[in-house]
């Protein structure tokens, strides 16, 4: 017994003058397995308890794990001075400096366009409109004939035409085949909805048309709606896009699926220094073509136009966002300029 605790006492001294030795995480790991590894001096001690007398061999195993837990705690104090001399070391090596303003984070924003469609959205959902999404590919059926245009008629000059080379199927002209799309999922129930999408037309590029616009196209159908409800409409419409003093002007016009057919104008502020330009000295601006719909375009969705009547408006929100903005190319648009689209 004599014996053995003398190691145990000199284990333990020679343990801690080695731990307060150790000067990084390598020498600290080197010293770990010495002293506590599977043939490491710890072990070895508790070995010997089996070569004591049996009276003998409880006190030893409570010295040997006093020894053991004294030398462990030792060593965890021992390991968080390396870790903090180290972090201290690698801070003073390559200094940080602090008073630097951060980096920021450069956040993107919605492409101008998206901002006035959402606005537009959010003016008829409070009107209780439902947004309906329609195909930019069409058939030729639903695109021209079922709104009313047989083939060869005059009234398709109205759009020049990009046709896919299937025959019969093209690229939506406007939004109003969306009208027919709606028409069949919903005959014969009321209906209040908008749709919005891309269209395109054959035109020759300038700062006011593009091949690729959008257009938002409303339907509403119902009893007894009636050309009222059509300009009660597009008014609040107006009023909350451009402004509550906003008035609202209706002129006969044609399209051969909305019988009667109007454009719709509103007034544009004289102190506007483009007023005149805007509105080649009119004071009124066109914001879009509208109507009730035509009996024969009720019959092909599948509404019974004794029963059922409504009124379609198709509008271009590009334009609305060039007079909201005072953009003068509406080019800019799929330009993909940042410098334009950063503005917004
Ligand atoms: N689709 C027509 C156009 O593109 C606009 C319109 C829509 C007119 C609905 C009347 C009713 O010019």
Do not use: I, Q
């Given at each position: 017994m004599a014996d053995a605790s003398t190691d145990l006492a000199l284990l333990e001294s020679t343990a801690t003058t080695e731990l307060k030795d150790c000067a990084d995480e390598l020498s600290l790991r080197a010293w770990n397995t010495k002293y506590f590894g599977d043939k490491g001096e710890m072990n070895t001690a508790l070995k010997a308890l089996g070569t004591l007398p049996k009276d003998q061999r409880p006190a030893y195993g409570q010295a040997v794990n006093a020894v053991k837990q004294r030398l462990i705690s030792a060593k965890d104090q021992k390991e968080a001075e390396i870790k903090e001399q180290a972090l201290l070391a690698s801070l003073s090596a390559n200094p940080i400096d602090v008073t630097l303003p951060g980096r920021a984070v450069s956040a993107g924003n919605l492409h101008v366009a998206t901002k006035v469609m959402r606005e537009i959205y959010s003016i008829f959902a409070d009107m209780g409109f439902q947004i309906f999404r329609s195909r930019e590919v069409e058939d030729d059926q639903t695109n021209f004939e079922l709104l009313?245009?047989?083939?060869?008629?005059?009234?398709?000059?109205m759009w020049d035409t990009f046709h896919t080379?299937?025959?019969?199927?093209?690229?939506?002209?406007?939004?109003?085949p969306g009208q027919i799309h709606v028409m069949k999922q919903f005959a014969p129930n009321p209906v209040r909805a908008v749709l919005p999408g891309m269209c395109y037309r054959h035109e020759a590029v300038s700062t006011r048309s593009e091949i690729q616009f959008e257009q938002v196209e409303g339907l509403v159908l119902g009893p007894n709606v009636t050309m009222a409800d059509l300009k009660g409409t597009i008014t609040a419409f107006a009023r909350r896009l451009f402004g509550q003093e906003r008035q609202v002007r209706i002129r006969s016009s044609y399209f051969p699926f909305t019988e009667p057919s109007i454009e719709v104008d509103i007034d544009w502020p004289?102190?506007?220094?483009?007023a005149d330009r805007l509105t080649k000295g009119t004071g009124w601006l066109e914001i879009m073509g509208a109507g009730m719909v035509h009996p024969t375009v009720l019959r092909n969705g599948g509404y019974d136009p004794d029963q059922i009547s409504g009124f379609a408006f198709g509008m271009g929100p590009q334009r609305i966002t060039m007079l909201k903005y005072a953009i003068d190319d509406i080019r800019q648009f799929w330009k993909n300029d940042l410098r334009f689209l950063r503005q917004f």
């Open positions: 009313n245009m047989p083939p060869h008629h005059p009234a398709r000059d080379t299937t025959p019969g199927v093209l690229l939506r002209t406007h939004t109003s004289k102190e506007d220094p483009n």
